[in-house]
């Protein structure tokens, strides 16, 4: 089973600032196929997950420019280039290479 | 637009039996996997499964965790996927996902069925 761990666990970010987080994977997510299986979800409170990120840098439809995936192999990042007060939620990564597929335990990110 | 309306939450008794169903709309069914993830009240997310569709076979895979007492299924001519959960423990207890699952990262989630085991 691949294991992914988030870091930090807790975010705080005052608004115009930016934040990254860290998501690292057991093993390598990269494909033969060039493609790297990493997916970034936010929860907003009180809400489903959606997704944010696909194939580690794709973003997805209809999400804001700020988001950015990055990283390769097994260390990823997710950078938000100014936080704004709607970016507040539990961030997940999330690897699909291979079943299990598996989540990383989750970022909080919160308004300072 | 895509919509996926998950139904059959509720509060069970434990050892019992429960289906969950997930009614969709807004894309061709039949052109994609479909899986279930949960999560715990306070947790995180966890994959129970996903099945296939009819042209690669239409089989399922699960999460070990829930493998043997959970199952899979499909009716592609009413566009609805279901979670059979058998044996129900109070470690089920958790909100219930059912998203679309094009191919290595899910792209649509439903707002959930609430599963709650207690005696």
């Known amino acids: 089973e691949i294991v992914m761990t988030q870091s930090p666990l807790s975010l705080p970010v005052a608004p115009g600032e930016p934040a990254s987080i860290s998501c690292r994977s057991s093993?390598?997510?990269?494909?033969?196929?060039?493609?790297?299986?990493l997916n970034w979800y936010l929860q907003k409170p009180g809400q489903s997950p959606q997704l944010l990120i696909s194939l580690a840098s794709d973003r997805a439809s209809g999400v804001p420019a700020r988001f950015r995936g990055s990283g390769s192999g097994t260390d990823f990042t997710l950078t938000i280039s100014r936080v704004e007060a709607d970016d507040v939620g539990v961030y997940y990564c999330?690897?699909?290479?291979?079943?299990?597929?598996?989540f990383g335990g989750g970022t909080k990110v919160e308004i300072k | 637009e895509v919509d996926l309306v998950e139904s059959g939450g509720g509060l069970v008794q434990p050892g019992r039996s429960l289906r969950l169903s997930c009614t969709t709309s807004?894309?061709?069914?039949?052109?994609?996997?479909m899986a279930w993830v949960r999560q715990a009240p306070g947790k995180g997310l966890e994959w129970l499964g996903f099945i296939r569709t009819k042209t690669y076979g239409g089989d399922a895979v699960y999460a070990a965790s829930v493998k043997g007492r959970f199952t899979l299924s499909r009716d592609d001519s009413k566009r609805i996927a279901y979670l059979q959960i058998n044996s129900l423990k109070t470690d089920d207890t958790a909100l219930y996902y059912c998203v679309r699952y094009p191919s290595g990262f899910f792209d649509f989630w439903g707002l959930g069925t609430l599963v709650t085991v207690s005696s």
């Open positions: 999330m690897q699909g290479l291979q079943t299990p597929l598996t």
């Open positions: 093993q390598s997510l990269l494909h033969s196929n060039g493609n790297n299986y």
């Open positions: 807004g894309f061709i069914f039949g052109d994609y996997a």
